[in-house]
């Protein structure tokens, strides 16, 4: 049983009441004194010369402070691609610069050339409406086939829209291709993973604030990464010192992955005070979100599977191409390589797997990590193909998984894809998958659909996952040009509260309630006298931020470290209150007692001695009572997980209804279920969407077609059934103190396959030979699929 | 520029607007009652609703000028009396139906005004009412149930947590 409040209890959040009292500070709540305005100027074309910006009639417009264009940032620095992948060749990977504003040429519909600041953001956007641009339009590169056969470069001064030709285990692709063409059976699945547009509901925003008396800047943002933006803008793109630069995350609206990155939005807003005098403020709209976010997904891949007869997996291999879009975003070449070729072995013991991912410039919004980042692409490849191998070779999908899952004593395992796993239970999942499921009596609600003349399906789906992001040292082999450890400082205030400093940022995800009932727990005090400080550089000794499933596994490790440093001072400073030895103390519940003895002092009474250290062995000790502790962690975190998903469809129309989802996720130890349960709601439902629902079209002109929500379909309440959660009982990770995986990724990743594999169950079971729908399965598709078969 | 009189959560306010002022911006910028959120430029999200003379209304979709005279309720005006969260917010506290809490003002708003038109709605009920309400974080599931929740239904037996 859980402590009152502490590791494992369903604590409710504290943060809700802010939230539900409309008290929550997002960035463009905030008002700073004497503040103007800035609006964004973005191109209409998707491929275009800039020939002239004539900035003169807007300069004149009432209210307008300046006008900046490309020209005002040649410059300075561009904003970096965070890792170096490198070619099957060896060559590095191609970096063309991504500057602040466009300049010489835009490259896609929305890349901001011009920014007009004044007054108010009404005569900002009526002065850029008078903002002349000479923009000689090109034709576009939409299509990655096309980029990559053609001529015509996204970015003339590399000579080809390749950015890498990645190939992964290089050394093992001669003895895949070998195994592939001896092997008894072979199923080859060609397939697109829909490219999505994250859609946190709170579109970005950016505060820019120069001080000139002290020379230093105040970058109040929509980040999930504050400590990495303030990295990115000090090394490579203004150059202002870290010393001098303070970035701020408040309140986030959330952020799946498309606040991780550093924009030029944030740069303009710092140099635009520093010209014009005043705090500038931007806010984007809707559209302007869907125009220049980073998207994710946009994977084209042909995945084979080879097996025996008997269903034995001998080999995977798979040739993706990848969408970059216009400019490398921070981590774009990381997603489709090293959080997607490492999973292609999937939960199974198959002894050959060889991915190859080339990745391609387009003249789209570029594409970057969204919920899961390339784990989702391998899981849809690998789960898919799996499904129809079943059906060719007239296997149950369960059993052929089982067949060759990894087994609970196999443990650590080393995947054919190089990673190695620390511990699951993969059929154990199963088991409780199927209990819950009841699929025994799956084909009497089979009948009962299809006596309202609805075929039914049941997909199923097993996943594990990559996450708790990441040693420095393997990622730094890998690449990496960051480490990616966290760091926290735990601060006992003298009256005994305590204040706790982490590098993650909670924008949804109950940092605020979680890591103080981890601290309490250790410190057996009450949660509520532990408060978190996250998200401002000036007062946090470091941080990687909040994505890849990290928070908890890599920040909360910190946390866990530095909270094991206190305990051991304040044993020392007991031991002497106590006239004891600092061997002889025990520290449980909160209360130091000297073994054997009744004699004790509670931590309270510590803290305040290590503030007034009156009595106090100051040779030996230092006053004070703060520890910092940064955390590498050892190796990533496995989650996985089984998931069933049973869909009705509707023979007349295409119509795809989700009547039962059940997600059984193992995620190590569990600090807060219902958060964690939470979480998986969440991401099943963003899976759901994308397997249903989403979709970014452009048009060959390279047009965003579904820039609104009026044409890009979120999944809304009425799409939707309660989905079934189970987490107890995982198999702790082997390497944190907590014996936390994490949870943020794992129902994104694991539920897309799911939805398609139940979908193409139910049309089979009508007598439809469709083996595959391309995502997300619309009515149209599913109609025409059905009708075209 | 026009002037504009109304009754924001009980207290009488007036300000100076332009013609194209939208409501949402009136409370944001000129009242500072930043809880009306504002996520989307179409009407779709839902983050920005509040009750206009008793209804749900986007705010986002009236001009300040067209709120003349009206009895307006925002997301800061909702707790009791006392400072303490209404039956609304507290089920959403208990069920954990907010995450990072962008949407979370026009869910709360939304779900008042279904349950003052219907106080025990099924499932059903409460998805359909809620089309007009976009969360990217919970997948509805907490919002449901936190809204069942608060109708007074027993939610014990929906999927396990």
Redesign the interface.
């Known amino acids: 049983m859980p402590k009152d409040g502490g590791i494992g209890a369903?604590t409710?959040?504290r943060?809700?009441?802010?939230?539900?009292?409309?008290?929550?500070?997002?960035t463009?709540?905030i008002?700073v004194f004497g503040q103007a305005a800035a609006i964004f100027v973005r191109s209409t074309v998707a491929n275009g010369v800039i020939k002239s910006i004539d900035t003169s009639a807007a300069e004149s417009m009432p209210g307008v402070l300046a006008v900046f264009t490309g020209e005002d940032f040649v410059d300075v620095g561009g904003n970096p691609a965070g890792w170096l992948i490198n070619s099957r060749d060896g060559e590095p990977m191609k970096e063309p610069k991504r500057p602040v504003l466009a300049h010489g040429k835009v490259r896609h519909v929305g890349d901001a050339y011009a920014a007009v600041i004044a007054e108010t953001e009404?005569q900002a956007r009526d002065a850029a409406e008078e903002i002349i641009a000479d923009i000689e339009e090109l034709p576009a590169v939409i299509n990655m086939a096309d980029a990559l056969a053609g001529d015509n470069y996204v970015h003339d001064e590399i000579g080809t829209n390749q950015c890498f030709d990645w190939g992964w285990i290089e050394d093992n692709r001669a003895a895949t291709d070998e195994a592939i063409k001896n092997a008894p059976h072979v199923t080859t699945l060609e397939l697109v993973n829909n490219r999505l547009v994250p859609?946190?509901?709170?579109?970005r925003a950016s505060i820019g604030t120069y001080d000139a008396a002290g020379d230093s800047y105040l970058l109040q943002t929509t980040s999930q990464n504050p400590h990495l933006t303030r990295l990115l803008i000090s090394a490579f793109v203004l150059g202002i010192p870290e010393n001098k630069l303070t970035v701020i995350a408040p309140?986030?609206?959330?952020g799946?992955g498309s606040k991780i990155y550093h924009y030029g939005e944030e740069a303009l807003v710092l140099a635009a005070s520093k010209k014009v005098g005043r705090p500038v403020k931007w806010v984007a709209?809707?559209?302007e979100s869907f125009l220049s976010d980073a998207h994710g997904r946009d994977h084209v891949t042909k995945i084979e599977l080879a097996c025996e007869k008997d269903g034995t997996f001998i080999a995977f291999r798979s040739e993706t191409l990848a969408n970059v879009g216009a400019y490398l975003s921070n981590f774009s070449t990381a997603t489709p390589t090293f959080l997607h070729g490492t999973l292609m072995a999937g939960n199974y013991t198959v002894p050959n797997v060889y991915v190859n991912v080339k990745t391609v410039f387009t003249n789209t919004a570029p594409v970057d990590a969204y919920r899961g980042a390339g784990r989702p692409e391998a899981t849809y490849s690998i789960e898919r193909v799996i499904d129809m191998a079943a059906r060719e070779l007239g296997m149950d999908p369960v059993e052929l998984r089982r067949k060759n899952f990894i087994k609970r004593d196999q443990f650590p395992f080393t995947s054919a894809a190089g990673l190695e796993y620390d511990s699951g239970d993969y059929d154990a999942l199963m088991d409780k998958m199927e209990a819950?499921v009841d699929r025994k009596a799956f084909e009497e609600r089979r009948k009962a659909s299809e006596a309202k003349g609805k075929l039914r399906g049941l997909g199923i789906n097993a996943y594990v996952e990559a996450c708790g992001i990441a040693p420095s040292n393997l990622v730094g082999v890998l690449g990496s040009r960051v480490g990616l450890y966290d760091a926290a400082t735990v601060r006992v205030n003298a009256t005994g509260n305590l204040s706790v400093m982490v590098g993650a940022h909670s924008?949804?995800?109950?940092h605020e309630t979680v890591f103080p009932q981890i601290v309490a727990d250790m410190l057996g005090i009450d949660p509520a006298s532990v408060d978190i400080v996250h998200g401002d550089t000036s007062k946090i000794p470091f941080g990687m931020g909040t994505y890849g499933s990290r928070s908890l596994a890599v920040c909360g490790s910190a946390m866990v470290r530095a909270t094991e440093k206190i305990i051991a001072k304040a044993k020392k400073i007991a031991a002497h209150m106590l006239e004891a030895s600092a061997d002889d103390v025990d520290f449980a519940e909160g209360q130091f007692t000297v073994k054997g003895t009744d004699k004790s002092v509670s931590f309270g009474e510590v803290a305040l001695k290590a503030y007034i250290p009156h009595n106090y062995p100051l040779e030996d000790i230092e006053p004070g009572l703060e520890e910092t502790a940064f955390y590498d962690p050892a190796n990533f975190t496995y989650p996985s997980g089984a998931y069933a998903c049973e869909v009705e469809v509707d023979p007349e129309t295409g119509k795809v209804t989700i009547e039962r989802f059940t997600a059984c996720d193992d995620f190590g130890n569990v600090m807060n279920?219902?958060?964690v349960?939470?979480q998986v709601?969440?991401?099943?439902?963003?899976g759901i969407g994308q397997a249903l629902l989403e979709n970014t079209t452009y048009d060959e002109n390279g047009q965003l077609l579904s820039a609104?929500?009026?044409d890009y379909v979120?999944?809304?309440?009425?799409d939707?059934p309660?989905?079934?959660?189970?987490h107890d009982g995982g198999t702790p990770c082997t390497h944190n103190p907590l014996g936390a995986k994490g949870c943020g990724e794992g129902?994104a990743i694991g539920s897309p396959p799911t939805v398609v594999n139940a979908v193409i169950d139910a049309l089979q079971s009508g007598g439809k030979n469709v083996t595959h729908i391309d995502m997300p399965l619309t009515p149209a598709r599913v109609w025409a699929a059905m009708n075209n078969a | 520029m026009a002037s504009v009189t109304m009754t924001v959560n009980g207290k009488s306010v007036s300000g100076e607007v332009e013609g194209r002022t939208l409501l949402s911006d009136f409370l944001r910028n000129d009242l500072h009652l930043t809880g009306t959120h504002v996520g989307c430029d179409t009407s779709q999200c839902g983050a920005c609703v509040i009750h206009v003379n008793g209804a749900a209304v986007k705010a986002c979709t009236m001009f300040a000028v067209e709120a003349d005279g009206t009895d307006v309720a925002t997301i800061e005006g909702q707790a009791n009396a006392d400072g303490s969260l209404n039956v609304i917010q507290q089920a959403f506290q208990d069920h954990h139906g907010l995450q990072c809490g962008f949407c979370t003002p026009g869910m709360v708003m939304s779900a008042a005004a279904l349950l003052k038109e219907n106080p025990t709605p099924t499932e059903r009920e409460v998805r359909e009412y809620l089309e007009g309400n976009i969360c990217r974080c919970t997948g509805y599931h907490n919002i449901v149930k936190a809204i069942m929740a608060a109708s007074g239904q027993d939610v014990s037996a929906i999927a396990a947590e």
Do not use: C, W
């Not at chain 1, 924008?507 to 109950?510: K, L, M, R």
């Not at chain 1, 709601?681 to 963003?686: C, I, R, Y």
């Open positions: 369903s409710t959040r943060e809700d009441v802010r939230f539900l009292t409309g008290k929550g500070k997002y463009a709540d008002n009404q859609n946190a509901m709170e579109p309140d986030v609206g959330g799946f709209d809707r559209t819950i924008h949804g995800q109950g279920p219902m958060i349960s939470g709601h969440g991401g099943v439902v963003q609104s929500y009026m979120m999944p809304r309440a009425d939707l309660f989905i079934a959660v189970s129902g």
